[in-house]
T-cell receptor, first 121, second 113 residues
Framework: DVKVTQSSRYLVKRTGEKVFLECVQDMDHENMFWYRQDPGLGLRLIYFSYDVKMKEKGDIPEGYSVSREKKERFSLILESASTNQTSMYLC????????????????????FGPGTRLTVL | QQPVQSPQAVILREGEDAVINCSSSKALYSVHWYRQKHGEAPVFLMILLKGGEQKGHEKISASFNEKKQQSSLYLTASQLSYSGTYFCGTEYAGGTSYGKLTFGQGTILTVHP
């Protein structure tokens, strides 16, 4: 079974603090993703990574950065936390690289971690 | 731009059927359906890859109309365990999406005894 773990289930931080959220997957997946989930808005992509040290901005990258030094680990960083970053953060990973998926006319699902509920006071 | 799901919420009694729709303004390569129960991670249900493809999983099935850029999820003879929020994730055709999914806002399904 694929396992995606996140460092904390609940986190409370103060405005202005630097916050690190960590995600680890154990299945040698190529792609990793960070989403935030807010009521009525669904899941919105913050950043994703398709290889070690490679990253791409998602739909709402402002106020966030990411790091992927090892294939299995993808970190989300809030440089200076603000109250509007209070949310549920979900990490996901998927196996198939984009090029192979298009070549094989296939695709792969994303496997989600349990989420981190972050509250910024 | 996010795909649009409809309805936003639906309430059923056990044994009733429901349809959840997911519409995109852009051409689609694939549609992924997930269910999320309160306080848990989204769980994968199925992927639809080719236009016109239909897939089934017990009493939950889905279709993908590539021309209309939409997918529908069909839940028949609903059970209490079907309650949760259903999301469609769309992968756009063309470009270099790197397996990126854009999710709809979700449909809350509640099944009562």
């Amino acid at each position: 079974d694929v396992k995606v773990t996140q460092s904390s289930r609940y986190l409370v931080k103060r405005t202005g603090e630097k916050v690190f959220l960590e995600c680890v997957q154990d299945m040698d997946h190529e792609n990793m993703f960070w989403y935030r989930q807010d009521p009525g808005l669904g899941l919105r992509l913050i950043y994703f990574s398709y290889d070690v040290k490679m990253k791409e901005k998602g739909d709402i990258p402002e106020g966030y950065s990411v790091s992927r030094e090892k294939k299995e680990r993808f970190s989300l960083i809030l440089e200076s936390a603000s109250t509007n970053q209070t949310s549920m953060y979900l990490c996901a990973s998927s196996f198939m690289g984009w090029f192979i998926s298009r070549q094989q006319n296939s695709t792969d699902t994303q496997y989600f971690g349990p989420g981190t509920r972050l509250t910024v006071l | 731009q996010q795909p649009v799901q409809s309805p936003q919420a639906v309430i059923l009694r056990e044994g009733e059927d429901a349809v959840i729709n997911c519409s995109s303004s852009k051409a689609l390569y694939s549609v992924h359906w997930y269910r999320q129960k309160h306080g848990e991670a989204p769980v994968f249900l199925m992927i639809l890859l080719k236009g016109g493809e239909q897939k089934g999983h017990e009493k939950i099935s889905a279709s993908f109309n590539e021309k209309k850029q939409q997918s529908s999820l069909y839940l028949t003879a609903s059970q209490l365990s079907y309650s949760g929020t259903y999301f469609c994730g769309t992968e756009y055709a063309g470009g270099t999406s790197y397996g990126k999914l854009t999710f709809g806002q979700g449909t809350i399904l509640t099944v009562h005894p």
